[in-house]
Every structure is written in structure tokens, then in C-alpha cells.
């Protein structure tokens, strides 16, 4: 049996973040066989974007259930059933927050109708619900509402079971008692304890050293993957070797690549060594152009006859960190190597360029931004800054610190403490070495990520 699942919450991050709306559809794989739907209290209220996506309001739920109120409900909907939903981790990790905070151990196996789109209806151009369900001929009523979103992965559900039950069965996320071929020391009971939250994860072997470190965004699920060592012998190897599992939780993102690097470099195990062995071979370099424009670059750095400004381990990383401060700061997509054409670039059309690449603007004006966005990649500040992100649990915060550019450390602080000044906040955080690595994480990462920044004057 099937419980198909949909919520609706006040943001986006599971520890921070509450649910506003749940619905819970059983199926058997070919028909719906009961329904359960509620708006639920978040104590707390819903910011006014997420009120417009879902049209739940402070006012709706000032009367509705707790989910406290509701949670017997929802075990007893779900026990014994496989957990269904689309984007399945964003539901599955939200319920079980809610239910941590209840002091409940919230464990159900999971299939995500995402994958099983991916793999058993390829090829199509998006695969958010609302696409796919267009695309399928499947009516959606209530977009963003957790009922009519449910009823639509149920619809979805049964064309996937159709087309192939036995595939949807077999990628079903394994229980404790679903894996063979483990170590006999592995206390199964313990991976059903792992949390589904943010942080880093360690493999140790049968004498109790540290085999493989990781970071996930879900601890339990990623586990999960290593011990199903399928992937490559070097995996198969792995899960043979595997005797225990310890992690730590950090609810940031970036707290745990940071965590993730520095403890790789402490413990060097065995299986991670091809981060160890890592190279940065690709970078953006600097050079000017015969009309006296400085022009930046993505590409390889193999050749030692080419300085970079930064490095990355991809040429993909590189390419990224330049469109982002392209756009950052108006530089010009030609003389950044982005865009090849014989007279104007895309954006000068569009009023993003300011006409470097038909010489509409002066060389000095221009590699003034340049030479400002050489600064920013190189993390070159005066001031110390704080980077903000939601902690461990509800009601608290990480902090990343970055004194003069340079990485000093993080910590975690009452959600209701406000930070007075920086020698306050660096008494609060746990320090650490700036190096590469770090650089590169913190700078990858506030390029992919719209985060928090408190800057102090120094």
C-alpha cells in the first residue's frame, strides 16, 4: 500500500521552517482507496510570498489543528505504507522534522514520482508536477494546494505503476531489513535512527577507523545509497567494510562542505582519496586586449605558464563563477569570453552591457568593475562579515565567520540573541584554518545560494 503525500509549508528549510497544509492519499497502485486532508497551525506566521503561491493565509489557519493535534492521524495513514510524493525529500524531511520535534522517530520507506518520471518517462523537458501533469494530459485542480497537488501525483502514480509496477517496486528505499551483504557487525537497528537533516556522515570499518566521510542534505538517504553498493566495485568494497555509522548535524549547507573538508583532511580515509588527490585545473585568468581592455577568462590552468586569479576543479565551476560576476557586476559577455561575435554582445542589446565590445565604453570606466570583481573573487575586503543560515533545530542559527575575506570558523547562536558586534560572534564560534579549499567552498557556495550577510565595519 501507497501514501501519497503533499504538503504545504511556511519556507523552504525543514528545521526552520513549519507545515501549513497535509494530504494524504491511499493507494494500492491502481486506485485511490481513502483520503486524509487538514490546514494545519504553524505557529508561526506565513511570509506574504508563500501566502501568494498557495493562497494559505494567517487568517486560515489561526483555528486549524496543530500538528500535534494531527500527527496520531498521520502515523496511523502511513504505518506499514510506502511513502510517495513528488520531490519526495522535501515532504518526507519536512513530516519528520515536525515529528522530531514531538520527540518521535518518524521512519517510512520512500519512492519519489520525480525519479520515477526521469526513468520511466524520459525525455520530457521539466519534470515539476505541474509541467509533467500538462504534458501527460493530467488535470490539476488547486495548483500549490496539498490536496489537489496530492490527487495529481496519485493520478501520475497509477500512469508509472501501469507502465511499470516491478521497477516501482524494486526502487522503493530500502528498510534495515531490506539490505543483504552487510557487514555483520553493522547494528541495522542504527541506520533507521540516522536523521534525515543536513550535515556530515562517517564510515568507519570493523576496528573502528574512518573509512569515508560525506555530506549530505540527508544523512539517513545518503547512507542508505552507500549500503545498497551498487554503483561500482569500489562501492560493492565499501558496503562490505562498512561496521558502524556516526554523524554530526549542522543544518547549514555550508557548515557541512566546510566541516566535510576539514575533516577530510584530518582523518584521510581511505575511500576519499580522490578528493585527496583533487586538482584544481581550471581557473579565471586576466589578460588585456589591444584596445586596452582588461579581459577575464575561464580555462584550463594546466599550463604553468597561465596565472589564474581563482581555481576551480571544473571547467563547469569556473564558467559559473564568471556569469555570476558578469551579471554582478554589468561586465561585458564577450570580453569575458561567454559569448563569440564580431561586433556587439547579446547583453549590450539588452542593456545589460554598457558597450565595451564596440568600444561605446572607455577602457578605464570598464576595468574599474573588472578590477572591483577581481576583488570580490579573490575575497579581498576590509570588513568582516558574517554569513547567516538556519541551525540545527528550530530557534537557532548558524553562523559562518570571514574576517578581512579570510575564514575564521563557525558557530551556532539563539535564533532570539541578537549579535551585537564581531569580537561577540567570533567568541561564539568554533575556528578554524583558512585555506584553498575553504576559499573555494565559501565562494562556490554564495554564488549558488541567496544567503544572509551581516557585514561589520573594521
Not at 541506520?191 to 568507519?204: K, N
Not at 566521510?213 to 540527508?218: R, Y
Amino acid at each position: 500500500m501507497y501514501s501519497i503525500i503533499d504538503i504545504e509549508t511556511t519556507g523552504g528549510n525543514a528545521p526552520y521552517h513549519r507545515i501549513t497544509e497535509i494530504a494524504i492519499i491511499i493507494h494500492d497502485g491502481k486506485k485511490v482507496i481513502d483520503k486524509f486532508s487538514t490546514l494545519i497551525n504553524p505557529e508561526r506566521s506565513i511570509p506574504w510570498n508563500i501566502t501568494r503561491l498557495t493562497g494559505i493565509s494567517d487568517t486560515m489557519v489561526q483555528n486549524a489543528p496543530r500538528f500535534c493535534d494531527v500527527a496520531k492521524k498521520i502515523v496511523e495513514l502511513t504505518e506499514g505504507n510506502i511513502f510517495v510524493a513528488h520531490n519526495v525529500s522535501f515532504d518526507y524531511n519536512f513530516i519528520r522534522s515536525e515529528f522530531n520535534q514531538l520527540g518521535f522517530d518518524f521512519n517510512r520507506n520512500q519512492l519519489c514520482t520525480v525519479r520515477l518520471s526521469r526513468a520511466l518517462i524520459p525525455g520530457k523537458p521539466s519534470y515539476s508536477l505541474g509541467n509533467l501533469c500538462d504534458s501527460l494530459g493530467i488535470k490539476v485542480n488547486d495548483r500549490h494546494r496539498a490536496t489537489g497537488d496530492a490527487l495529481a501525483t496519485s493520478k501520475l502514480f497509477e500512469m508509472l505503476y501501469e507502465i511499470n509496477k516491478d521497477y516501482i517496486e524494486s526502487r522503493i528505499l530500502p528498510s534495515r531489513f531490506a539490505f543483504s551483504g552487510l557487514n555483520a557487525k553493522l547494528n541495522r537497528e542504527k541506520l533507521d535512527s540516522l536523521p534525515e537533516s543536513t550535515g556530515i556522515y562517517f564510515l568507519h570499518n570493523e576496528d573502528g577507523r574512518i573509512i569515508y566521510i560525506g555530506k549530505s542534505n540527508s544523512i539517513r538517504s545518503r547512507v542508505l545509497q552507500h549500503l545498497d553498493g551498487k554503483t561500482s566495485k569500489k562501492a560493492a568494497m565499501m558496503k562490505r567494510m562498512i561496521a558502524d555509522v556516526s554523524f554530526t548535524i549542522t543544518g547549514s549547507e555550508l557548515i557541512a562542505l566546510l566541516l566535510e573538508s576539514e575533516e577530510i583532511k584530518k582523518h584521510q580515509p581511505f575511500f576519499n582519496r580522490a578528493l585527496k588527490r583533487a586538482r584544481f585545473n581550471f581557473g579565471i585568468c586576466l589578460s588585456k586586449n589591444e584596445n586596452g581592455y582588461l579581459c577575464l577568462s575561464a580555462e584550463s590552468i594546466d599550463s604553468d605558464e597561465k596565472d589564474s586569479i581563482v581555481t576551480f576543479s571544473t571547467l563547469k565551476e569556473a564558467r559559473a563563477s564568471m556569469q555570476h560576476i558578469l551579471e554582478n557586476y554589468k561586465l561585458c559577455q564577450k570580453l569575458t569570453g561567454l559569448y563569440e561575435s564580431q561586433g556587439a554582445c547579446f547583453y549590450q542589446s539588452v542593456h545589460q552591457c554598457n558597450g565595451a565590445c564596440i568600444g561605446s565604453e572607455l577602457p578605464d570606466v570598464y576595468n574599474k568593475r573588472v578590477k572591483k570583481a577581481i576583488k570580490y573573487l579573490n575575497n579581498e575586503t576590509k570588513n568582516n562579515l558574517a554569513i547567516v543560515e538556519s541551525g540545527r533545530t528550530h530557534g537557532e542559527k548558524a553562523i559562518v565567520c570571514l574576517e578581512e575575506g579570510r575564514y575564521r570558523g563557525f558557530g551556532f547562536i539563539d535564533e532570539q540573541d541578537s549579535i551585537i558586534g564581531w569580537e561577540q560572534l567570533v567568541d561564539n564560534i568554533n575556528q578554524f584554518a583558512d585555506n584553498r579549499d575553504t576559499q573555494q567552498i565559501i565562494r562556490q557556495y554564495l554564488i549558488k545560494n541567496k544567503v544572509k550577510v551581516i557585514e561589520f565595519d573594521n
